[in-house]
């Protein structure tokens, strides 16, 4: 079965547009969650890491090098809180 690539005749977005949409709301869905959770525990990160989230994901800076500049840190120092972070985050028990 070929996938279906005709657009759509009352709206002209095709099935591939439609699944891509679907697949991004999951993920800044699953971002929010882990955010959420996140701000809940906020004493399990230090001080670095939660300004660091929260200009990635309350900020919505995607650059880390920007969150850098406004930090005066290096954009590597961002990245390395930011996994900190994450793998911290990830390691609580909870369901996304």
Same mark, same amino acid.
């Given at each position: ?15 591939? #547009? ?12 699953? #971002? ?16 670095? #890491?939660? #300004? ?6 309350? %900020? ?29 985050? %990830?390691?609580?028990?909870?369901? %996304?």
């Amino acid at each position: 079965m070929q996938p279906h690539t005709k657009p759509c005749e009352m709206c002209g977005k095709s099935e591939d #547009e439609y699944e891509r949409q679907k697949i991004e709301r999951e993920t800044k869905k699953k #971002e929010m969650i882990a955010f959420i959770i996140g701000r809940r525990s906020v004493h399990k990160f230090s001080k670095r #890491e939660n #300004e660091i989230f929260d200009a990635y994901f309350d %900020l919505g800076i995607r650059d880390f090098q920007q969150i850098a500049d406004n930090f005066g840190i290096k954009a590597y120092s961002v990245e390395t809180y930011y996994d900190r972070a994450m793998d911290k985050l %990830l390691d609580m028990e909870f369901e %996304l």
